[in-house]
């Protein structure tokens, strides 16, 4: 299992910026992302949390942060161009009449769309929210949205597995707001464990979704496998 942020994750950026300065321009690309991504995990374990309007949880990250960290993260998905088409579609799913789930929705809703203006792997972030009625709502919902990734908001912990089963059938990239979702079969999530924001990513769950993250991220995240 990797580690999460913290003196550990420090240490890997300084190393990956020494391998930049090494080898030069044969792995610039690959190197800088990582090193980018280690930076921003660090800067948000360094800044006070922000008000996200609603309490957060004990483990979670303040949505402005984690959605940033989700996003850098995706760009490591060696398949990402093939499974989505002209733009990266995000359904927020969340389940209708739970106060906390549909509050969740618009709060990550709105932490996504501020990042509409930028682009993953060259695509543009589409968002939307998407109410959890059961296995084949979510299947048509998926299929006519060209849904390319979910965030699965609380309130459907239970629901996981009828989820994970529509997502490896259509290869839709799952994200869970809780850590219990990640460790029963969501492929990724971004937490505070022991005080450290931390990429939780569950390995054979992400390929089952047609995800193939690289090496680079498997050594920043603590990985399921």
Same mark, same amino acid.
């Given at each position: 299992?990797?580690?999460? @942020?913290?003196?550990?994750?420090?240490?890997? &950026?300084?190393?990956?910026?020494?391998? #930049?300065?090494?080898?030069?321009?044969?792995?610039?690309?690959?190197? #800088? @992302?990582?090193?980018?991504?280690?930076?921003?995990? %660090?800067?948000?374990?360094?800044?006070?949390?922000?008000?996200?309007?609603?309490?957060?949880?004990?483990?979670?990250?303040?949505?402005?942060?984690?959605?940033?960290?989700?996003?850098? @993260?995706?760009?490591?998905?060696?398949?990402?161009r093939s499974r989505a088409g002209e733009a990266i579609n995000l359904g927020i799913l969340y389940r209708k009449g739970h106060p906390r789930s549909?509050?969740?929705?618009?709060?990550?809703?709105?932490? #996504?769309?501020?990042?509409?203006?930028?682009?993953?792997?060259?695509?543009?972030?589409?968002?939307?929210?998407?109410?959890?009625?059961?296995?084949?709502?979510?299947?048509?919902?998926?299929?006519?949205?060209?849904? *390319?990734?979910?965030?699965?908001?609380?309130?459907? *912990?239970?629901?996981?597995?009828?989820? %994970? *089963?529509?997502?490896?059938?259509?290869?839709?990239?799952?994200?869970?707001?809780?850590?219990?979702?990640?460790?029963?079969? &969501?492929? &990724?999530?971004?937490?505070?464990? *022991?005080?450290?924001?931390?990429?939780?990513?569950? &390995?054979?769950?992400?390929?089952?979704?047609?995800?193939? #993250?690289?090496?680079?991220?498997?050594?920043?995240?603590?990985?399921?496998?």
């Amino acid at each position: 299992m990797g580690g999460g @942020a913290g003196p550990g994750l420090t240490s890997q &950026l300084a190393h990956r910026m020494h391998e #930049f300065r090494r080898h030069g321009s044969r792995t610039k690309g690959a190197l #800088f @992302a990582a090193a980018l991504l280690a930076l921003q995990i %660090t800067s948000v374990i360094s800044i006070a949390p922000g008000r996200s309007g609603r309490a957060l949880a004990e483990d979670e990250v303040p949505p402005s942060r984690q959605v940033v960290i989700i996003m850098r @993260a995706l760009a490591y998905d060696g398949n990402l161009r093939s499974r989505a088409g002209e733009a990266i579609n995000l359904g927020i799913l969340y389940r209708k009449g739970h106060p906390r789930s549909e509050q969740m929705a618009g709060t990550m809703a709105k932490a #996504f769309g501020a990042l509409a203006s930028t682009q993953v792997s060259g695509l543009p972030i589409v968002v939307s929210r998407l109410p959890y009625a059961g296995v084949e709502a979510l299947r048509k919902s998926i299929g006519a949205g060209g849904v *390319d990734m979910v965030y699965v908001c609380e309130g459907l *912990d239970a629901e996981v597995g009828a989820i %994970t *089963d529509v997502t490896r059938r259509s290869k839709v990239l799952s994200v869970g707001s809780r850590q219990e979702q990640v460790e029963k079969g &969501l492929s &990724l999530g971004v937490f505070q464990v *022991d005080s450290r924001t931390t990429i939780l990513l569950n &390995l054979p769950a992400s390929r089952h979704e047609g995800v193939a #993250f690289a090496a680079d991220l498997l050594r920043l995240a603590a990985v399921i496998r």
